[in-house]
DNA sequence: CTCTCCTGGTTGCACAGTACAACTCAGCGG
DNA sequence: CCGCTGAGTTGTACTGTGCAACCAGGAGAG
């Protein structure tokens, strides 16, 4: 019936946006790797996070997280500040170098998507974008996929 | 207005959508990256194919197609057989293995999805499929993501 | 107070996936 | 025959990742 056929559409399409993203992240978006650009996006919405925060809400690994931030901060994009109560703690901000290239490469990802979604019909992009949002906020059994 | 709004909400949905399928691939899916599930499936629909043409399909580097596929036939999933037309090609060809553990994953695959999208009605799957198929289907001047 | 256990973080190691460049081999056009 | 092109392989390097071992700071039990 069409529900499963729906179901399999969804299931292919997603694959394919997963496979072409993963493909075209490093080539087009060579600033800021995926991830990277995930955690300063995490730190410009919640500053003073801890690595081990960011390692649970990703699911990752903190040892992954842990070179992440180090990367991040060799580029200068975050502060690691000694956290005064527990001095085992590194509590992470991001720095104005960190803000400024988060903005502009939100800013390319943004006009590229304007550019894809540019002659869709408002009322669809508004429905589309409501059901990504309600996919992504599915929390199943498996809280192995984080967020 | 709401159209930036939308656009910027697909565009945050979507990365998180690819950090985690990203992230999870590995660990959800072992028996078959995502890569190699879509080298296989790509098999199943056009059999027969050369290499050189999922390189190209797929906007990857023919050395990594080269040893994807070098790794499914060593796993007994694909066969390699010469071109009888021209020596130098090799069609590409699933096996009867190959056929069944794809069929497998899919099965897998699917059902998670069936799962996570258990209580969507209908017409919502329907129409986010639609949306799915349509972002997708775009290409845009940068031929570079393949497909 | 000290000993043990817990927790945040780093580091060593291994591995997958990828690209690029150099190469081999087969076919093709002069 | 000779050089050019195209398919595929291989060497090398880099990134992102996880696991395990480790270190250092805190917290509670005695």
New binding site residues.
């Given amino acids: 019936m069409g529900t499963d056929r729906a179901v399999e559409t969804i299931q292919r399409e997603m694959t394919t946006f997963a496979?072409r993203a993963?493909?075209s992240a490093?080539?087009l978006h060579p600033e800021l790797?995926?991830?990277?650009y995930t955690l300063l996006s995490h730190l410009e919405e919640r500053d003073g996070r801890?690595?081990?925060?960011l390692?649970a809400h990703y699911?990752?690994?903190?040892?992954?997280?842990?070179?992440?931030?180090?990367?991040l901060e060799r580029a200068g994009l975050i502060e690691?500040r000694p956290d005064p109560?527990?001095?085992?703690?590194?509590?992470l901000h991001l720095t104005d170098a960190g803000r400024r290239i988060l903005a502009q490469v939100t800013e390319n990802r943004q006009a590229a998507f304007r550019e894809r979604l540019a002659d869709w019909p408002e009322e669809d992009l508004r429905r589309f974008a409501g059901y990504l949002e309600r996919y992504n906020a599915w929390s199943g059994e498996a809280p192995a996929e984080g967020n």
């Fill in positions: 496979r993963r493909a490093g080539r790797s995926l991830v990277s801890r690595a081990t925060d390692a699911s990752l690994d903190k040892s992954t997280v842990s070179r992440q931030v180090a990367a690691r109560e527990d001095h085992r703690v590194q509590v």
